[in-house]
């Protein structure tokens, strides 16, 4: 009899210390799949920023579409004429210009506030938009200090145009990564993306509508677009380089100069793309969207209800995998998961236009888990030895 009692003895010791070991491995992944759902929250759009930049500089600079062209005020213009606001006899002389090289489109990503000084300028400068297919911004510029100020535009000016639609861009984490507007979820298709209005107008073809949190594709760093500055438009209208990049093309007039010098109008952005600190303006942002729209290779993100189940299966997938396998089994499993997440989501981003938002914290917090699990099981598993062995000699 004593020996069935020390077997059944020990068969109920190995018993109580599996249901016990079992029990702290529920716990500690309840509170790792916690701390993931905190740091998704509280970090995921500096994250998802930080990777699509990764993915940007991985895929490199693809061809700007070959139907737009910019006209900028840049540096060499500015250090000609002087410091914005410049004379509107300028602006009135380059829209005069284009005119004659008859674009698409002309949009215009600049603010020209009431100004009774220059009353003639602007009335020619109407005259002028009037003979172009020409969209004006409404007036929103963003101050040095990156506040947004609503300056309006001159009515003489405004008469001239064929549309006024807003140009404010969405900044997430204080980066402009959205292809569309800043409003609501319940805004109505058009409010979301003005640009598409414009385009099925202006050059009489139907567009997709992008969702709301969908991305924009960009082709390159700043300064990736053909552009003719304001100072070559004054030259012959004969010159054949200025007819072929500007003849029947959409093109984006906005200001193009440093940061440090833009003391009326600030109009530079962080992105998601650049090879260094580089800003780039918001004139060029514009071209982009349109480019993305008119190939239709905005990137798409997925899924509101998706997104949602993707942390959650994460965790669960990594809490099994780090609690209930064995330290070789959860290493290279999880280990996989990371490589498997990395080709994906770049594969996904670059030749699908695919963005998974919540995969770069996935990874982060697979490779957190490969760091801290392993070491982090060996010594769990030494002292819930001991501590069971406590526990049960107590009992005894």
Not at 123 to 128: D, I, T
Not at 278 to 294: C, P, Q, S
């Amino acid at each position: 009899m004593r020996g069935f009692e020390r077997v059944e003895h020990r068969y109920e010791r190995r018993q109580r210390k599996r249901r016990l070991s079992q029990q702290i491995k529920v716990v500690l992944a309840f509170i790792l799949a916690v701390i993931f759902l905190l740091i998704n929250a509280q970090y995921r759009y500096e994250i998802n920023s930080v990777f699509q930049k990764w993915n940007f500089l991985f895929r490199g600079a693809i061809p700007t579409p070959s139907e737009i062209t910019m006209v900028v005020l840049d540096e060499h213009t500015l250090a000609e004429y002087g410091e914005p606001p410049l004379p509107r006899l300028i602006y009135a002389e380059a829209f005069e210009k284009l005119s004659h090289y008859s674009p698409k489109l002309l949009l215009i990503d600049y603010a020209f506030p009431p100004d009774r000084k220059e009353t003639e300028a602007n009335l020619r400068m109407g005259e002028a938009l009037a003979n172009l297919p020409s969209v004006l911004g409404s007036g929103i510029i963003r101050d040095i200090d990156g506040s947004l100020v609503k300056v309006g535009n001159d009515p003489s000016i405004t008469a001239g145009i064929k549309k006024e639609i807003s140009l404010e861009l969405r900044q997430t984490a204080g980066i402009v990564s959205s292809i569309t507007a800043p409003v609501s979820a319940t805004a109505t298709a058009d409010e979301q993306v003005p640009f598409i209005g414009v385009l099925e107008q202006f050059l009489g073809t139907k567009f997709g509508y992008p969702k709301l949190r969908d991305l924009i594709n960009f082709y390159g760093p700043p300064t990736s677009f053909p552009r003719v500055t304001v100072k070559e438009l004054e030259g012959d209208l004969s010159n054949t380089k200025y007819a072929e990049q500007l003849n029947g093309k959409v093109v984006v007039f906005g200001l193009q100069k440093s940061r440090e010098a833009a003391l009326q109008q600030r109009d530079d952005e962080q992105i998601s793309v650049s090879y260094s600190d580089e800003l780039m303006y918001g004139a060029e942002i514009h071209a982009t969207i349109l480019g993305n729209l008119l190939h239709k290779n905005w990137i798409t993100t997925i899924d509101n209800d998706y997104e949602g189940l993707i942390p959650l299966f994460a965790v669960f997938l990594i809490a099994i995998m780090g609690f209930f396998c064995s330290i070789p089994v959860a290493f290279a499993a999880i280990l996989t998961l990371v490589v498997v997440g990395i080709i994906g989501t770049y594969f996904a981003f670059s030749h699908w236009l695919i963005w998974i938002p919540t995969m770069p914290i996935i990874l982060i917090f697979s490779i957190c888990s490969i760091a801290i699990l392993t070491p982090f099981r060996m010594y769990l598993s030494k002292r819930l030895d001991k501590l069971i062995d406590r526990r049960l000699m107590g009992d005894l």
